[in-house]
């Protein structure tokens, strides 16, 4: 079966430093991954995507994810953390069976707080 | 270009009601998928439209049940509410059908509370 999993409930970081939010992936054949970010009371927003090619990915708000097949995992990284980017922090994989689809398994999600 | 809508907001329901959540996806997009997202199990796959098919379904019983129009505007239907039906309710529209090509867009959401 095919899931994610977010270690950290919790992340905390002070504003200008580096921040990493782990995940890790569990999928028989090519992951395709994805990560979104949930404001207080909003939906979720797009912030990136892996599904084949360079193992950094760029996306939004000055965000990236590095892909590791050998462990697995799919963190997202930013060299320099805002007050802003407090927020509940989402890792996804695309369901790999029935041809096309926008079905997404989420991890558990992780809250990241970044203190001035 | 306006985001995904969800209406309402929020609902205040008693147990054994039904209720009807509203999703109008960005002008344009074919595929509405629903998530159920909560404290305990977080964001949990319903369904996904595309073209007013059904699919895609998770797995919930069969009280859960939606529909989308030729206008790509959806619907869910909640019947026989319980308490653990409480929860926040997400939409989310793409414009194709395959979340590889773009990326889901979603709505801020019905919170809706069963008491």
């Known amino acids: 079966a095919q899931s994610v999993a977010q270690p950290e409930d919790q992340v905390n970081v002070a504003e200008g430093n580096p921040l990493t939010v782990k995940c890790t992936y569990s999928?028989?054949?090519?992951?395709?991954l994805f990560w979104y970010v949930q404001y207080p009371n909003r939906g979720l927003q797009f912030l990136l995507k892996y599904i084949t090619g360079d193992n950094l990915v760029k996306g939004s708000y000055g965000f990236e994810a590095e892909f590791n097949k050998s462990q697995t995992s799919f963190h997202l990284k930013k060299p320099s953390a805002l007050v802003s980017d407090s927020a509940l922090y989402f890792c996804a994989v695309r369901v790999l069976y029935g041809g096309a689809t926008n079905k997404l398994i989420f991890g558990t999600g992780t809250l990241l707080a970044v203190q001035p | 270009k306006a985001g995904v809508t969800q209406t309402p907001r929020y609902l205040i329901k008693t147990r054994g009601q039904q209720v009807t959540l509203s999703c109008s996806p960005i002008?344009?997009?074919?595929?509405v998928s629903w998530y159920q997202q909560t404290p305990g199990q977080g964001l949990q796959f319903l369904f996904e439209?595309?073209?007013?098919?059904?699919?895609n379904k998770g797995n919930f019983p069969g009280r859960f049940s939606g529909r989308q129009f030729s206008n790509s505007r959806s619907e869910m239907n909640v019947s026989t509410l319980e308490l653990g039906d409480s929860a926040l309710y997400l939409c989310?529209?793409?414009?194709?059908?395959?979340?590889?090509?773009?990326?889901?867009?979603f709505g801020n959401g019905t919170r809706l509370t069963v008491t």
């Open positions: 999928v028989s054949g090519n992951p395709y």
């Open positions: 002008s344009g997009h074919r595929s």
């Open positions: 439209y595309f073209s007013e098919t059904q699919r």
């Open positions: 989310a529209s793409s414009l194709e059908g395959d979340t590889l090509n773009s990326p889901l867009h």
